[in-house]
């Protein structure tokens, strides 16, 4: 992924970058990429890509339901980037992450961020 000798390091937890707004709610027929946030310069191969997303801006919701509801949450948030004059970019994210409760447990959520362009 990266050439001998440069420096790039992952950020964070894994990623699932949706590359089209969900106007076909069948979860089945939307394009996907798995990636990571990271810092320095990435030499890319065929068949990763790198997408710089310096000074991008999201309008990100919590999702709670089943994935076959995750249009719904983008639309929310499509509609209120849109609402707040932004123009959201044909691709979104979905992240899953783990939430601490008060009793010290964890409990996997999920937000839906839509990137806007102002």
Do not use: K
């Not at 394009?31 to 000074?55: F, K, M, S």
Request: proline content about 10%; overall charge neutral.
């Amino acid at each position: 992924m990266a050439e001998a000798g440069a420096s790039v390091q992952a950020q964070g937890p894994a990623l699932v970058l949706v590359s089209l707004p969900p106007d076909d709610p069948q979860v089945s027929t939307w394009g996907l990429h798995i990636g990571r946030a990271c810092t320095g310069l990435p030499t890319v191969r065929a068949p990763l890509l790198v997408e710089d997303y310096h000074q991008l801006v999201s309008v990100t919701v919590p999702h709670h339901g089943p994935v076959r509801d995750l249009h719904r949450s983008y639309r929310l948030a499509a509609d209120f980037a849109r609402a707040q004059g932004g123009r959201p970019r044909p691709y979104w994210r979905i992240r899953l992450h783990h939430s601490p409760t008060p009793d010290g447990q964890a409990i996997l959520t999920t937000d839906v961020s839509v990137f806007i362009d102002r």
